[in-house]
Each structure stands twice: as C-alpha cells, then as structure tokens.
C-alpha cells in the first residue's frame, strides 16, 4: 500500500516543464527519463556530470545561504552520492540586492558581467554512468542545441506562468512524509522531464543567446527557459555522443522588472558558455587530483 500511495503522488504532481510553442501538443516535449548526465540539485535546477568526481551547475543554483551542501547525499545516475566541496568561480557574485521594479537595466549589467559557474565535487566516483564532455570549441554561432528542463510550464503566447514552478500540494506532501527516512533535500526529481530546440544566434566571452521563434521561423519544437529551468543543458550530438555547450542561467528583460514576463515569442534566454570555462574547469580538477594523490 505504500508503494501504491507513493507511486499515486509522483504522478499526480508532474508537471510540463519548460515554455514550448503555442501550436505544437505539449506532449511531443516529453521525455520519459533525462540523459544519464543529469543531476537534480537540491530545491531547484539541475547540474551536469563532466568527470566521474565532479559536476557543473551555474552558481545560482547552489543556495549556500540557508543550506549546508558539504556532507549532503545527492542522487546521481539513481545512485546516491555525497558532496564533498563546491568551487565556486572566482568572478562569481552572489545577489543579494534589491533591483526595484522599475529598469532592467542595473540588473542586466549585473547578470552580464558575473561568471555564473560552479564545480561540485562528488564524495564518491561515478562508474554506472558516463559524463558528458564539454564543448571546446569556438564556434556555437548557429548550432542547433537540445535543451533540457522541468521549470515553469507556459507558451510563447502566454509566456511562463511563474507559479507552476513551484511545488504543488501533492508533491509537499510527499516531501514532507519522507522527511524522517531520508537526508536527501527535495528535487524536481518527479517533475516531468522536457527537451526543446534553439539556434544560438550569439556569442560573447561568457554567454551563448538564443531567441525563441514563432511561426514559420521556428524549429518544430522550438522552446526557451521557464523559472525553475536553471541548469539545464545545452547539448549538440556528434554521432550520437552528446556534448555540453552551456548551461541555462537568467533571460534578458526589455521591460519595467514589474510588467516583465518570460517566455513570450522573441525573448532571449542566456546560457553559460561552457567552452569558456574549459581551462578553469580544468585547473580545479588538475588541482584536486594533484591534492588527493599527495594525501594518499
């Protein structure tokens, strides 16, 4: 019975994830599982695995103001794992400020000139599944990526309809009843998985855009980013292999932040360009395997 009980609420507060095209069934964005690289972090967004000790998420998503991730298990391939450190990139800048309701624009200076990025490493390596490699190189102008996420539902019409990111009745509930049996924080775990297609249409040092198209413009299943969809990759595919591009990390606002809504047709949503990172990405895994072979 509790299994049944258990099952009866996973279903019941799925939910579909991302903003799609208005003229396409919401189904056809459906996946049945996520890639075996993708990891649910704890509350919300997602992280990638790039080596068997380490994974990458953009900074945001990691909440070290009112939880203590070292120590903490996380689910990874299915397997629980521990987080043993977290680096944070040194041009990382958490917010904490008050940006109004009025103009964008000090808050898109902000977003535009901080390196949202971070390196979790794992207490335990992972050998059941395989990391995703990074893209290396520089020409992301005009590919054609699948991106994954289980945020806000929404279309371009509309745009996000922002509440549908949160955690429904159900799914508190369950939360809430599992709360004595586990040390595992609550996930997007039980969320409904979606993929979408983009163009990236430009390119800077340390972000790829894209814009989400309408009509005839569009891919078939053309998407963008809801709230709720930080961390989701970016991916291209050589002979099936996937490849991480970026990582999915804030959208541009064009309006008073009180009257913006995300997700309508034309809005850019902003990446982490993964290729940029490569070489700090690097440096801090070269660093560490340096550090833990003079410990053994």
């Keep these: 019975m509790k299994k049944i009980i258990i099952f009866v609420l996973m279903v019941a507060f799925n939910s579909q994830a991302v903003v799609k095209r208005h003229d396409v069934k919401s189904e ?14 704890p509350f919300e967004g997602t992280a990638v695995l790039i080596d068997k000790n380490w994974l990458l998420a953009p900074a945001h998503v990691i909440y070290t103001f ?3 991730y070292l120590g ?22 958490h917010d904490q400020t008050d940006w109004g309701d009025g103009n964008p624009q000090p808050l898109m200076d902000f977003l535009n000139n901080h390196s949202d ?7 335990n390596s992972v050998t059941h599944i395989n990391p995703i490699t990074i893209f290396s190189g520089k020409t992301e102008l005009g590919l054609k990526v699948t991106v994954y996420g289980k945020g806000a539902v929404g279309n371009g ?10 955690a429904g009745f159900l799914e508190k509930a369950y939360n809430w009843l ?27 040092e340390r972000w790829i855009r894209f814009k989400f198209d309408a009509d005839e413009t569009a891919l078939p299943l053309e998407g963008t980013i809801g709230a709720g969809d930080s961390g989701g990759p970016a991916v291209i595919f050589h002979d099936d292999i996937p490849v991480l ?9 064009d309006s008073p932040l009180n009257q913006f809504v995300s997700g309508k047709y034309n809005s850019v949503a902003v990446f982490v360009r993964a290729s940029s990172f490569k070489n700090w990405i690097d440096e801090v895994l070269n660093e560490n395997r340096r550090s833990d072979e003079s410990l053994q």
Aim: aromatic share 14%; no cysteine.
């Design 28 to 41: 056809l964005y459906e996946l049945k599982s996520p890639p075996e690289y993708y990891v649910d972090m």
């Design 66 to 68: 009112y939880y203590d």
């Design 157 to 166: 019409l509309t745009g996000e309809i922002r509440e549908t990111k949160n």
């Design 245 to 253: 591009v970026g990582l999915a990390s804030w959208v541009e606002i």
């Design 117 to 123: 990025i971070a390196l979790i490493k794992l207490s």
């Design 178 to 204: 599992r709360q004595p049996f586990t040390e595992l924080a609550p996930t997007q775990k039980f969320r409904q998985l979606n993929y979408y297609n983009n163009v990236i249409t430009e390119v800077d």
């Design 72 to 93: 903490k298990p996380l689910e990874v391939g299915g397997v629980e794992n521990r987080i043993e450190k977290i680096v944070f990139h040194p041009e990382y800048v």
